[in-house]
T-cell receptor, first 115, second 110 residues
Framework: EAGVAQSPRYKIIEKRQSVAFWCNPI?????LYWYQQILGQGPKLLIQ????????DSQLPKDRFSAERLKGVDSTLKIQPAKLEDSAVYLC?????????????FGQGTRLTVV | KQEVTQIPAALSVPEGENLVLNCSFT??????LQWFRQDPGKGLTSLLL?????REQTSGRLNASLDKSSGRSTLYIAASQPGDSATYLC?????????FGAGTTVTVRA
């Protein structure tokens, strides 16, 4: 089965510019996550979708970050305007809960550098 | 709020030595725990998944134990190899949400 696909792999932008990341989860996975991973730290959840709906976006900086998941499949994460501290790896993951069992699968990530 | 801690932050061992990586969590009401491997600049690769009702899980040279009541998991890697050099992260699931530790960066010296 195909894994989680993310694009682009790398992106360099200037501060105050905008950027968008795309994620295609594993087919049939209802749950989709976006994580931000700053160098040397563990991944931090930005937003979690269950099908089309948002389950948790409590740590998403909503003044500059937005995310959508159309038709419960692909998702896009946008940053506008970007700040230097947004430099990080953005990871997308998906899972298909079996009862309470949740096994998450991750994409390769997008490394964002804001200069 | 679930807090996940991994100690040590970094570990360097000679090839052939066994590795012991620790993960602790504050809320023991977890559904499952997952161990991941991350190579530099790459995404996360799932290594082992332990359900809350299990005490351990094994895959090849990897063995993970879970003591839910004390909020701890340990990942053992037998007979380490230079190819095992990577960052290892644990993540716990509560209410369908994953919480991660900061990881342990392992270097296996040839």
């Amino acid at each position: 089965e195909a894994g989680v696909a993310q694009s682009p792999r790398y992106k360099i932008i200037e501060k105050r510019q905008s950027v968008a990341f795309w994620c295609n989860p594993i087919s049939g996975h209802a749950t989709l996550y976006w994580y931000q991973q700053i160098l040397g730290q563990g991944p931090k959840l930005l937003i979690q979708f269950q099908n089309n709906g948002v389950v948790d976006d409590s740590q998403l900086p909503k003044d500059r970050f937005s995310a959508e998941r159309l038709k419960g499949v692909d998702s896009t994460l946008k940053i506008q305007p970007a700040k230097l501290e947004d430099s990080a790896v953005y990871l997308c993951a998906s899972s298909h809960p079996w009862g309470r069992l949740v096994e998450a699968f991750f994409g390769q990530g997008t490394r964002l550098t804001v200069v | 709020k679930q807090e996940v801690t991994q100690i040590p932050a970094a570990l360097s061992v000679p090839e052939g030595e066994n590795l012991v990586l620790n993960c602790s969590f504050t809320d023991s009401a977890i559904y499952n725990l997952q161990w991941f491997r991350q190579d530099p600049g790459k995404g996360l690769t799932s290594l082992l998944l332990i359900q809350s009702s299990q005490r351990e899980q094994t895959s090849g040279r990897l063995n993970a134990s879970l003591d839910k009541s004390s909020g701890r998991s340990t990942l053992y890697i037998a007979a380490s190899q230079p190819g095992d050099s990577a960052t290892y992260l644990c993540a716990v699931t509560n209410d369908y949400k994953l919480s991660f530790g900061a990881g342990t960066t392992v270097t296996v010296r040839a």
